[in-house]
């Protein structure tokens, strides 16, 4: 059973950093896409970027470019979110997803599994 659990959420000064992590388990994501979404209260849900776990390549959305960076770590099949420069509006739940697509993967219906879901909160 596939399981993705975020980590790494809570509360932080706008200007910090926190650094979000998502577990994955129940297959060989090795061949997979891993992207990170939020979602704000009374928005849609966004994509911040993606990494592909073969090769590293990462795509970030505009919105986060220069502030958020993606990685992983194989051996942990771990995917990260660095997230530096916080501002308030960054305040959301924050998902990871994985996809077994490929080519540019920018939608929610392109990614199969879903993690619940870590909370972030920036005070200003």
């Known amino acids: 059973q596939v399981q993705l659990v975020e980590s790494g959420g809570g509360l932080v000064q706008a200007g910090g950093s926190l650094r979000l992590a998502c577990a994955a388990s129940g297959r060989t994501f090795s061949s997979y896409t891993m992207g990170w979404f939020r979602q704000a209260p009374g928005k849609e849900r966004e994509l911040l970027g993606y990494i592909r776990w073969s090769n590293g390549f990462t795509y970030y959305g505009d919105s986060v470019k220069g502030r958020f960076a993606i990685s992983r770590d194989n051996g942990k099949n771990t995917v990260y979110l660095q997230m530096t420069s916080l501002k308030p509006e960054d305040t959301a739940v924050y998902y990871c997803?994985?996809?077994?697509?490929?080519?540019?993967?920018?939608?929610?219906?392109?990614?199969?599994?879903w993690g619940q879901g870590t909370q972030v909160t920036v005070s200003s």
């Open positions: 997803a994985a996809s077994s697509f490929f080519g540019i993967l920018v939608r929610q219906s392109q990614y199969e599994y």
